[in-house]
């Protein structure tokens, strides 16, 4: 908000008055202004971020123009908007250095609403009734019930199965064929799942609820290609790409999964051991709720909980001690005729790298992100 006082009208009449704005040696921008009891103010809007600007009232009358003391201000930097249902954090996934951020949570259907939406929390999962891991509304979530018509909630998907006829025989998100050539994207055993534009064989392409419920509005699945170079290429400022953990929800009971730091993660936030490690367990870090959010959450990480996956109607959680300990994430980009590649946390490995590939017909999880504008 800039403006003036006219506090000598020079022994005339004041016929204009306001202020001029400028960018260093460019020319004055002067914008005429009311005046109310001699004073005079406006609010300057469109201005180039993080930029110093120059500001000076004048006035004028039968003599000529009179200016006021040139004062200079900064601008702040532009402060991106983040999209709904995204984590602050930026990754940036290729040498282009172009960057996504993640989703709040792993990717959630309901068929009997036909609704998307992201998990409330990080390490949130379904996984299977049997284990007990998720109520809701009195329903037992279960994807081993996953069908046209279930009430409850599942977050493990077969290949391209975003509900957007595309082409291939099963596209369905409550799809169990076991057939590997059903879930051809866009009908072609060739074609990626963002092969195609719009990609609408990419869960991203849904409204997803509580990710601005809007069709098509940016949302998508890391190509593998993406997904190799933001856990093992690129730059970050504490030199740290994940860690494996596990997140204590409630006392004696945790979530295995992988922690993802973003570019600008410091190291003084929390000290990680065994970073950068696939062949760790998930014991290298126990890591509480509240620090979760207040630390790692709040300063942009992202947890891929071990949600299992599913084969037909059969879910697999690789379970030891009652602990879930395998979690595997699809990426858009297919391998052969019959598979497609895939991200496996383990408690015994951890594979980013070719030519690790699940087949097409498993019910596989799915965090997806949105590039950062």
Known sequence: TVGGTITDAGNGTISESGICYK??????????????????????????????????????????????????????????????????????????????????????????????????????????????????????????????????????????????????????????????????????????????????????YNAISNGGNAENSGWRTLTQPEWQFLLSSRSTESGIHYAKSRIEISSGNYVNGLIMLPDDWNSSNYALNNTDLQNVDYTSNTISVEDWTNVFEANGAVYLPAGGWRHGTTVNMGTNGGMYKEGIYWTTTHYSSYTAYDIIINPTYFLIHNPDAAGRYAGLNVRLAVNVE
């Not at 201005?47 to 006035?59: E, H």
């Not at 169990?176 to 990419?202: E, H, K």
């Open 23 to 204: 960018t260093g040696n460019a020319e004055w921008t002067c914008v005429a202004l009311e005046v109310t009891e001699n004073a005079f103010s406006t609010t300057l809007t469109d201005l180039a971020p993080n930029t110093t600007y120059t500001v000076r009232a004048y006035a004028t009358n039968e003599e000529g123009t009179g200016y006021g003391e040139e004062v200079s201000f900064i601008t702040l930097e532009e402060v991106p908007t983040l999209p709904e249902g995204a984590i602050n954090g930026k990754f940036t996934i290729n040498a282009n250095g172009d960057q996504v951020y993640f989703s709040q949570g792993n990717l959630q259907y309901q068929a009997s609403t036909d609704t998307w939406r992201f998990a409330e929390n990080q390490w949130d999962y379904v996984g299977n009734a049997y284990e007990g891991t998720v109520y809701e509304s009195g329903t037992k979530c279960n994807n081993a019930l996953v069908s046209p018509n279930y009430v409850g909630w599942i977050d493990n998907f077969c290949w391209g199965t975003s509900g957007y006829n595309h082409g291939a025989v099963c596209y369905q998100p409550w799809s169990t064929s076991m057939n590997n050539n059903d879930y051809w994207a866009y009908g072609s055993s060739t074609s990626d799942l963002n092969s195609q534009t719009p990609a609408t064989a990419d869960w991203g």
